[in-house]
DNA sequence: ATTAGTGCAAACACTTTGCACGGGT
DNA sequence: ACCCGTGCAAAGTGTTTGCACTAAT
């Protein structure tokens, strides 16, 4: 409990019970929550947390740099609190996301140089990868490389 | 105009006024237009035309492989008529989308090969990029390698 | 006292759905 | 006559805003 008053704190940010509460439920966290999720899974434990909230403190993370939003799923922003260079594969028909190790290839040309192009400044790069997952595809277990 | 009749058969689609319009409108377009973008401009010569339609036609032309959809802009679907293999920049402050050649290295890495990951069947491969454009961030015009 | 954070409700914006109409085969 | 496409209106869903209340400095 202490570790996430002192994150918090080194973040910048004012301790609340819903930012611990929300960094508790985020540690670790290897899903995609999106805010319905955050707020369906803790409304129970903290009844009066609201949409509103949950926006403002993922808005601060972002900012901080503590998580990131992605955009793999068309209907609904999805927060990642997973830092780690990765791309998301985003299943058409189940509505599921995986995390995709990046491509060997790619690593240290996506994630890290190329801080320019073409004259902008680029802040995040995100890989999407969308079709259909191995699930719903029938369970086959292709040659994935 | 003829050309864009045999488009839209050799799509398999029929013909209507309205996908001819709003083909004739993509055609050729660079920038990425929103459902509204469309209707906007195109409500003028065809003062009936509704979102439903136009979300219907551009659902039937992504089916089709003539165009694709993109998400780069938090805000709503945009589409893409360019279907060259190109990345995307958002520019977090003015929302304009810029389009990005793809990094050499990435070409034929990301776009061709690979229709398979962890199992996965991957249809489509999207790289956002994301910061403050050159015109937003005070005209400078730096070192873009 | 001032400031920042919270949360309800309402407003908003984008997208989807239901359904009646019309055109083409 | 049938089927498909269209378009209006309404509903739905996710996100943002306005504002009063509370907690902390």
Redesign the interface.
């Known amino acids: 409990m202490n570790q996430f008053v002192t994150e918090i704190t080194r973040l910048g940010l004012k301790v609340t019970p819903q930012r611990l509460a929300i960094l508790e439920f985020l540690e670790g966290n290897r899903t995609h929550p999106t805010v319905e999720d955050i707020y369906h899974e803790m409304s129970e434990k903290y009844p009066g947390l609201s949409h509103t909230t949950i926006y403002n403190i993922l808005m601060k993370l972002i900012d901080a740099g503590k998580i990131r939003?992605i955009?793999?799923d068309?209907q609904r922003?999805r927060f990642d609190p997973c830092m780690d260079p990765h791309d998301h594969?985003y299943?058409?028909k189940c509505g599921n996301i995986?995390n995709?190790d990046h491509?060997p290839?790619?690593s240290g040309?996506?994630t890290q140089e190329?801080r320019?192009?073409?004259?902008?400044?680029?802040?995040?790069?995100?890989?999407?990868?969308?079709?259909?997952?191995?699930y719903c595809?029938g369970g086959?277990?292709?040659?994935?490389?």
């Open positions: 939003e955009h793999v068309p922003r594969f299943c058409r995986y995709i491509d290839h790619l040309i996506v190329r320019m192009r073409d004259g902008h400044r680029i802040d995040t790069i995100e890989v999407s990868l969308q079709g259909i997952c191995k595809e086959k277990d292709e040659n994935d490389t």
